[in-house]
Antibody
Framework: EVQLVESGGGLVQPGGSLRLSCAAF????????MNWVRQIPGGGLEWVAN????????YYVDSVKGRFTIARDNTENSVYLQMNSLRADDTAVYYC????????????????WGQGTLVTVSS | DIQMTQSPSTLSASVGDRVTITCRAS??????LAWYQQRPGKVPKLLIY???TLESGVPSRFSGSGSGTEFILTISSLQPGDFATYYC?????????FGQGTKVETK
């Protein structure tokens, strides 16, 4: 059974940093693209970033470019999101989501999601 | 960026009703579209990909159609567990984008 477990969320002041982690279980981690998707409480979904199965390609939504960095450690079966220069509008539940793409040059849709970790940016 | 627009934003229906939700893309995405269901307080769940392919384990009352810029999610006979918010998502281009969601509520 695929399982994704996020951690690292919390309360941070504007301008601060947080590092989210997602531990993966139940599948061959280094075969899949991985994504971060966020959701404002009571709001819609926004894709944030993804990373290719071998870490060689990374993509971001414009609003986080230059502030967030996605990374993965295939020896630890984990994906990370380093978030710097946080703003109030980054407040959201952050989900780790496995991409359906298996050893593909392109990423697709999200077939498994973690439970999410809440990030609150406030003074 | 490709903008995804869903209609309606809210839909009131009863158990047994046939429900349709529309998703329009601001440019063609061929059939690179997925649908998700999010029950209150729960994580999004993949229902359909490739515009019309049902994910394994998803009941056959769910179906998807469309190509290009216009897509439809149909629930043939609404069940109690189907009251939820539904999102479409395109994966033709970066950034990946979602529709704003359609909430299916009890009439």
């Amino acid at each position: 059974e695929v399982q994704l477990v996020e951690s690292g969320g919390g309360l941070v002041q504007p301008g601060g940093s947080l590092r989210l982690s997602c531990a993966a279980f139940g599948f061959t981690f280094n075969d899949y693209w991985m994504n971060w998707v966020r959701q404002i409480p009571g709001g819609g979904l926004e894709w944030v970033a993804n990373i290719k199965y071998d870490g060689s390609e990374k993509y971001y939504v414009d609003s986080v470019k230059g502030r967030f960095t996605i990374a993965r450690d295939n020896t630890e079966n984990s994906v990370y999101l380093q978030m710097n220069s946080l703003r109030a509008d980054d407040t959201a539940v952050y989900y780790c989501a496995r991409d359906s793409a298996w050893r593909s040059g392109w990423s697709y849709y999200f077939d498994n999601w973690g439970q999410g970790t809440l990030v609150t940016v406030s003074s | 960026d490709i903008q995804m627009t869903q209609s309606p934003s809210t839909l009131s229906a009863s158990v047994g009703d046939r429900v349709t939700i529309t998703c329009r893309a601001s440019q063609t995405i061929n059939n690179w579209l997925a649908w998700y269901q999010q029950r209150p307080g729960k994580v999004p769940k993949l229902l359909i990909y490739g515009a019309s392919t049902l994910e394994s384990g998803v009941p056959s009352r769910f179906s998807g159609s469309g190509s290009g810029t216009e897509f439809i999610l149909t629930i043939s006979s609404l069940q109690p567990g189907d009251f939820a918010t539904y999102y479409c998502q395109q994966y033709a281009n970066y950034p990946r984008t979602f529709g704003q969601g359609t909430k299916v509520e009890t009439k």
